[in-house]
C-alpha cells in the first residue's frame, strides 16, 4: 500500500518546503526542495522510533511567520499558496475517496491519520464522526432530517433558559461565550456569539448528568471553523459571518452541534460529577509518563507538582488550551480517524507532549518555574509539523506501552 | 522582630488561594497584581492557572507569593481539596453587578474552612474582595453591613476592588500578607512546616481596613 501512516520528518530550517521523493518500507520519503542535497536535511523517519525523538531535534530558527492563530483552518501552514505536489496527491486520493457512491470509512481513516486536506475536511470530518452516512445517496435527506431536529430543538427548548431550572445554566453559558477564542474577531460576533449559546445550552439541558461544563465551549470552536470554511474561500478568522446566507449559518450551527455531540458522547465521563474520566485519565498519564520518562517523573515529584494541577485542563479541554487553534484542528484529523481518539489515544498524545518538554522540564529548578513553564508551554508558532512530529510519537507510545504495564520499566 | 545581624534576610514562601464564582474576575485581579494588566478577554480558567509574585517586603524580608487561581464553577467535588492543601491565605471575590455571587460566598468560605486549616487548626486568613466596583451602580453604602458579614463568616476585611481601574487590589494583597506574615512571625519558610503561630482574629480585625474603597 502506497497509504503511509507515517510521514517522515525533515528537520531543517526550511522544513514546510518538501517534496515527496519515494517510497521506502511503505513510508513516504521527504525532501526539502531549499536546501537539498545539502546536509543540513536531518531526516528522522518515525518508522524506525528513536528513543526520545524531540532530542533530535534543534529548534527551528525560522522567523515568527504565523501569527497566534492565522490560517487556523489551515491544512498548510507554510505560507507558502501553492500546494506541493505531495499535498496535491493526498487531496486526489480523499477526492476519489470520497466520489464514491460508497465511502470506504476505513480507507478513509487510514489516509486522515496523517492529516486532511482543508478542500475535504468538512465532509470527512463528518463522515469519520458517524454524523453522515458512508452511502453517498442517503447523505443529503440525513443532513436534512438533522438539521431539522437541531431546530426542533431549538423550539422546544430555548426559550426555557430563563426559567428557573435552567437559568444557572444558561447564565454561565452566557458569561463563558465571550471569552471562547477572545482574541478571534470570528468569535466576537453578536450572531456567532448566540450560535454558541443555542448549542451549548441544548446540548446541556439534553444531557442532565453532566451539563454545561467550563471547557465544552471551547469544543465546538473547531467543528464550527471547519463548517464554516465549507462555505467560504477566504481566511476565516477575519471573516464577516453576516455576509453568509442564512441558510449556510444554520447548516453550519447544526452540523457543529451533532458533531460536537458525537465528540461528547465518548468523553462524556469527563463532565459528570466530580469529573471520573479525568481524574483517572490524569492518574493514567502519571503512570504512563513514570514508565516513558523516569527522569521527568521523578524531576516533577522532587519538586511536589502533581499532575491534575496541569493536566486537568489537558484532558477538559483535550490540549485546546496548550494549542493554537489550526493545531487542534489538525490533531483531531488524527482523533477522528483513530480508534478512541478522543478518549483514549488523546492519552498517549499528552504524554508525548509531556516528554517534549523534557529538556525545559529538567532545567526548572523549583516548583514555582515547573508550574509556570507547565501552564504556558511554548507552542505559539506550532503547525502542522509539529503536531505530526507528536502524533508520530503519541502512536508509537500507544504500541509500545500500551498492554505491557511494567515490560518496559528500567 | 529580632535584632539580628544586618545581613540576616529572611524568605518566604506563601500559598493564596483566589476563589469564588465564575466570572467574578479571580484571573483579571491576579494579573493586574502580578503583572500590572487588565484585558477584557482571559479566558475561562480551567482547573487551576498558577502565579508568582515576589515582594521585597522590606530590607530584611522578601515574600514569594503563590496565586492559585481557581476555577469558578465548582464541579469537581473533592478536587479542590487537592487545590487547597498547604494554603495560607485566601481571597474569596464576588461581582457587585450580580447579587448571586454574593450569596455564594458563604459556601465558598465553607468550602474553604472545612478543607483546609492552619497546623493549630484555626482556619486560614481570608480577606473577601469586592471586584468591579468602577461598574457599582449606585454609591450606596453598605460599610457596616459588610464589616459586620465579615465578622460572622470568619473573613479578616474586605475591600472594594477593581482590577480594570487598579483599585485597591495592592493593598488588599498587603493586608493579607500582614496578616500571613503575622502568623508567621520569627519562622522563616523552611523552619516553619506549618507550625504557625494562633491568629488572633479580635487584633486582626481591629488592624482591617475593610471598606475603604
Known amino acids: ?70 490560517r487556523m483552518a489551515d491544512q498548510n501552514t507554510s505560507g507558502t499558496p501553492a500546494m506541493t505536489e505531495r499535498e496535491a496527491s493526498r487531496l486526489d486520493k480523499f477526492k476519489q475517496l470520497l466520489a464514491g457512491p460508497n465511502t470506504d ?243 498517549y498524545v499528552c504524554a508525548a507532549f509531556l516528554v517534549r518538554w523534557r529538556k525545559e522540564i529538567l532545567e526548572e529548578r523549583d516548583f514555582q518555574g515547573l508550574m509556570i513553564l507547565l501552564q504556558n508551554l511554548p507552542t505559539m508558532h506550532w503547525g502542522n509539523e509539529e503536531v505530526s512530529v507528536l502524533l508520530a510519537e503519541a502512536y508509537r507510545l500507544k504500541f509500545a506501552f500500551a498492554d505491557a504495564p511494567n515490560h518496559y520499566k528500567r | 522582630m529580632a535584632g539580628g545581624s544586618v545581613f540576616e534576610c529572611k524568605e518566604y514562601l506563601f500559598k493564596v488561594l483566589v476563589i469564588g464564582e465564575l466570572g467574578v474576575g479571580k484571573t483579571s485581579i491576579i494579573k493586574r497584581y502580578v503583572h500590572q494588566l487588565f484585558s477584557q478577554h482571559y479566558r475561562a480558567t480551567i482547573g487551576v492557572d498558577f502565579a508568582l509574585k515576589v515582594i521585597n517586603w522590606d530590607s530584611k524580608t522578601l515574600v514569594r507569593l503563590q496565586l492559585w487561581d481557581i476555577a469558578g464553577q465548582e464541579r469537581f467535588g473533592n478536587m479542590t481539596r487537592v487545590y487547597y492543601k498547604e494554603a495560607v491565605g485566601a481571597f474569596v471575590v464576588f461581582d457587585v453587578t450580580r447579587g448571586s455571587t454574593f450569596e455564594a460566598v458563604s459556601k465558598w468560605k465553607h468550602d474553604l474552612d472545612s478543607k483546609v486549616k492552619l497546623a493549630n487548626g484555626n482556619p486560614i486568613p481570608s480577606v473577601l474582595l469586592a471586584n468591579k466596583c468602577d461598574q457599582k451602580k449606585e454609591s450606596s453604602n453598605n460599610t457596616a453591613l459588610m464589616d459586620n458579614f465579615c465578622k460572622e ?55 482591617s481596613k475593610s471598606g475603604c474603597c
Not at chain 1, 32 to 42: A, L, T
Not at chain 2, 158 to 174: G, L
Open chain 1, 1 to 70: 500500500s502506497n497509504i503511509a501512516l507515517f510521514t517522515c520528518v525533515y528537520i531543517c530550517s526550511h522544513q514546510f518546503a518538501k517534496k515527496l521523493i519515494g517510497l521506502q518500507h511503505g513510508h513516504e520519503i521527504l525532501c526539502c526542495i531549499i536546501c537539498k542535497p545539502s546536509i543540513c536535511c536531518m531526516c528522522v523517519c518515525l518508522c524506525n522510533p528513536l528513543p526520545s525523538l524531540h532530542r533530535q531535534r534543534s529548534l527551528p530558527h525560522r522567523p515568527p511567520l504565523i501569527p497566534l492563530v492565522a
Open chain 1, 105 to 347: 470509512l476505513e480507507e478513509l481513516r487510514k489516509l486522515s491519520w496523517s492529516g486532511i486536506p482543508r478542500q475535504v475536511r468538512p465532509i470527512t470530518w463528518k463522515l469519520l464522526s458517524g454524523y453522515l452516512p458512508a452511502n453517498a445517496e442517503r447523505r443529503e435527506s440525513v443532513l436534512q432530517r438533522k438539521r431539522q431536529e437541531y431546530f426542533g430543538f431549538i423550539q422546544q427548548y430555548y426559550d426555557s433558559r430563563n426559567d428557573e431550572h435552567h437559568q444557572d445554566t444558561y447564565r454561565q453559558i452566557h458569561i463563558d461565550i465571550p471569552r471562547t477564542n477572545p482574541l478571534i474577531p470570528l468569535f466576537q460576533q453578536a450572531s456567532v456569539q448566540e450560535i454558541f449559546e443555542r448549542i451549548l445550552f441544548i446540548w446541556a439541558i439534553r444531557h442532565p448528568a453532566s451539563g454545561y461544563v467550563q471547557g465544552i465551549n471551547d469544543l465546538v470552536t473547531p467543528f464550527f471553523v471547519v463548517y464554516v470554511f465549507e462555505y467560504i474561500e477566504e481566511e476565516v478568522e477575519n471573516f464577516d459571518v453576516s455576509s453568509l446566507q442564512e441558510e449556510a449559518l444554520r447548516n453550519i450551527e447544526a452540523d457543529s452541534f451533532w458533531c460536537m455531540s458525537k465528540l461528547l458522547d465518548g468523553i462524556q465521563d469527563n463532565y459528570t460529577f466530580a469529573q471520573p474520566g479525568i481524574q483517572r485519565k490524569v492518574k493514567a498519564l502519571e503512570e504512563l509518563v513514570s514508565r516513558i520518562d523516569e527522569s521527568v517523573h521523578r524531576h516533577m515529584q522532587q519538586y511536589e507538582v502533581e499532575y491534575l494541577q496541569f493536566a486537568f485542563r489537558w484532558m477538559n479541554n483535550l490540549l485546546m488550551r496548550e494549542l493554537p487553534l489550526r493545531c487542534t484542528i489538525r490533531l483531531w484529523d488524527t482523533y477522528q480517524a483513530e480508534p478512541e481518539g478522543f478518549s483514549h489515544f488523546h492519552l
Open chain 2, 153 to 207: 463568616t470568619g473573613f479578616l476585611g474586605w475591600f472594594e476592588t477593581s482590577a480594570k481601574d487598579n483599585i485597591n487590589v495592592d493593598e488588599a494583597a498587603r493586608f493579607l500578607v500582614e496578616n500571613i506574615l503575622a502568623n508567621d512571625k520569627g519562622l522563616p519558610y523552611e523552619e516553619s512546616n506549618g507550625d504557625r503561630i494562633k491568629l488572633d482574629q479580635e487584633t486582626v480585625a481591629a488592624e
